[in-house]
Each structure stands twice: as structure tokens, then as C-alpha cells.
């Protein structure tokens, strides 16, 4: 099975060379590796260009925001899995998608995913959080439960038959997607109990407005897809982060 990888990024000077040799180096063969840039001003693009040889495709130009990149970066892609690592995220090992591909293989899957660790931005063996995914169970969602994104592999084939990510959402549109796809069209997912991504702190959604506003498109995920919110997600939820701060390095298996 051929893969895509997607980054998508706006001003990642910093940050941008660790993403790519991350995806580079993976010991899996049949990657094709999409970088789509907003239209960076800051050396984003000197440091792509570089690499520009050992990079499937390069698209640049302005977007409205972040999900409308990744929708450009799937519909270009002619991988049979999607997966997308954003600019300031690393793969933990070489190794990563060539055991999620057969990991999905070998159960027949949708889509698979991992687990995930929060590192310091400047020091990125600095881990800050775990979040450890866990097995999905049906109704999951409703109840606070979510994955992280960026560990998330799925089949193209789930994109053209249930839609892309839903650009009017501007910080939870990856939620709407998995929600859309694992609780309202039950596609078949599995998970590899692996740490196989490790993301800076920061972000949009991790500052007090981005907090606010992602909630609200969560409960907006819910009723676009007519499933209903349990009143316990938003309780549920905070204890989960709260918890993921208390886990230990030794229970990290990288």
C-alpha cells in the first residue's frame, strides 16, 4: 500500500527540517511526502526547496486556514493511506508507518492510530504530556474520548466516500472528521498501543480563545453529524488532560 504524508505550514522556519527528515527517514518505501505551504515569508520555503528532490509535491500559495491545506494536500495525493504530520511534529522513529501500514494490514482496517506525547517547544526530548489513546469503543465520543489527529493513518477510499476535513471549522475540524467517520459511519479502526508521534506545545487550540472556540465546533461536530452529546463530555474531558500531565517516562514506551 503506498502512503501520503501531508504537512501543511505557514511560517515554520524553526521547526519545518525536524518534520521533514522525520517523514524522510522513515524505512518505508512507497511514501509520497506533500508539503503544502500557505505562503510563508519567514525562510519556510528556502529550507522545502532544499529538500525539493526527495519531496513528492510542493504546493504553495494563500489558503483560508489550516483543514483547507490538508483537504489541497488529500486530493493531490494518489497514496492509498492518508496520514498528515504538521510542521512542528516529528515521527518518534524511523519505523512508525511502516508498522501502522501492517498494523493495518494484518486486521483488514479503515484507519489506525497511536499514541502521542506533548514535548517542550525548544526541547524535544523534554516530554510534557502522554496521551495514551486507548482502544475505541462505540459511543466513545459522546463521552469525551478523542484521538490525537496526528496519528491518525486512514484509506483515501474513506475520504471520497464520507468528505473531507470541514474547512468552516477552524480549530476542531480534524475532531468533526474522526467523529464522521468512527462514530456516525463505523468505518473499521484500530489501535497500535505505540507512542509514534511527539508534538510541540502550542498551537491554536491550546490558548484560552482557541480552548473556547474549539469546544463550540465540538458540540457543532455533534449536531452536523446527529449524534448526541453526552452532558458528561465536557467533565470528562478536563480530567482526561489533567491525567495525561501525571504519566512517567517510564511508561512511555518511544
Known amino acids: ?47 522545502i526547496n532544499s529538500y525539493r528532490n526527495e519531496i513528492a509535491k510542493v504546493i ?19 497514496g492509498d493511506i492518508i496520514a498528515t504530520l504538521n510542521s512542528d511534529d516529528v515521527y518518534t522513529d524511523h519505523t512508525v508507518v511502516s508498522r501502522i501500514i501492517e498494523f493495518m494490514k494484518s486486521n483488514s482496517l479503515d484507519a489506525a492510530y497511536g499514541d502521542l506525547v506533548y514535548v517542550d517547544r525548544n526541547r524535544a526530548d523534554d516530554v510534557t504530556r502522554f496521551w495514551k489513546a486507548g482502544k475505541y469503543k462505540k459511543g466513545a465520543f459522546r463521552y469525551g474520548w478523542i484521538l490525537p489527529h496526528p496519528t491518525f493513518f486512514c484509506r483515501k477510499e474513506i475520504f471520497e466516500r464520507f468528505g473531507y476535513f470541514n474547512d468552516e471549522l477552524q480549530v476542531a475540524a480534524d475532531f468533526e472528521l474522526m467523529l464522521r467517520f468512527i462514530e456516525k459511519h463505523n468505518i473499521k479502526v484500530g489501535y497500535l498501543p505505540k507512542v509514534i508521534v511527539k508534538m510541540r506545545k502550542g498551537g491554536k487550540a491550546n490558548v484560552v480563545r482557541g480552548i473556547i472556540r474549539g469546544n463550540l465546533e465540538i458540540m ?35
Do not use: H
Open 1 to 47: 500500500m503506498s502512503v501520503s504524508i501531508i504537512t501543511v505550514c505557514l511560517n515554520s522556519a524553526g521547526t519545518i527540517e525536524n518534520t521533514i527528515n522525520s517523514v524522510l527517514s522513515q524505512n518505508y518505501k512507497d511514501i509520497e511526502y506533500i508539503v503544502v505551504d500557505g505562503g510563508s515569508t519567514d525562510g519556510t520555503l528556502d529550507i
Open 60 to 78: 504553495s500559495e494563500p489558503d483560508n486556514g489550516i483543514y483547507e491545506a490538508m483537504n489541497k494536500g488529500i486530493k493531490s495525493s494518489t
Open 220 to 254: 457543532r461536530s455533534f449536531r452536523l453529524n446527529d449524534v448526541r452529546l453526552s452532558p458528561w463530555f465536557f467533565f470528562y474531558r478536563p480530567i482526561t488532560k489533567i491525567l495525561q500531565l501525571f504519566a512517567r517516562p517510564g511508561q512511555i514506551k518511544l
